[in-house]
């Protein structure tokens, strides 16, 4: 459980870096890889909607630019202040990387939920489906 709050306190510090200056809604992610590594991500708009990025997506791609394919743990905060839940695209892009592990979050008034990646997205596309 005292990683799930490392991870919390580095996904708010990634928040601060979002670039959202459409809609304001700021979110920061953290995951953690199989090796120990943390990497952190912000969410990123453009103008053209279809060009932004979230930060769980941010997150991911720069551990798996460095070598980490397995991922144990994500932390995702916003700027809401409520539970921020990762989007479809995201939930996708997760299961190729972190096939059983937990999705942290934490709302506004410090509580923590926790849920399996199985449970938020049981039926995920995968390379088998591709055989």
Not at 12 to 17: G, L, R, T, V
Not at 102 to 122: A, C, D, M, Q, R
Request: neutral net charge.
């Amino acid at each position: 459980m005292e990683h799930y709050k490392e991870l919390l306190l580095k996904a708010k510090e990634a928040m601060a870096y979002a670039y959202t200056p459409y809609s304001k809604f700021n979110v920061g992610a953290a995951v953690l890889t199989k090796s120990g590594k943390i990497y952190t991500g912000c969410n990123i708009e453009n103008a053209s909607f279809g060009a932004t990025n979230c930060a769980e997506r941010t997150a991911l791609f720069k551990a798996v630019s460095e070598g980490e394919k397995e991922i144990t743990d994500i932390a995702v905060v916003s700027s809401s202040g409520d539970f921020t839940y990762p989007c479809g695209i995201c939930r996708q892009v997760i299961s190729e990387f972190m096939r059983e592990g937990n999705l942290i979050f934490e709302n506004s008034k410090g509580e923590i939920k926790v849920i399996k990646l199985s449970e938020i997205y049981p039926y995920s596309f995968t390379k088998e489906n591709l055989l």
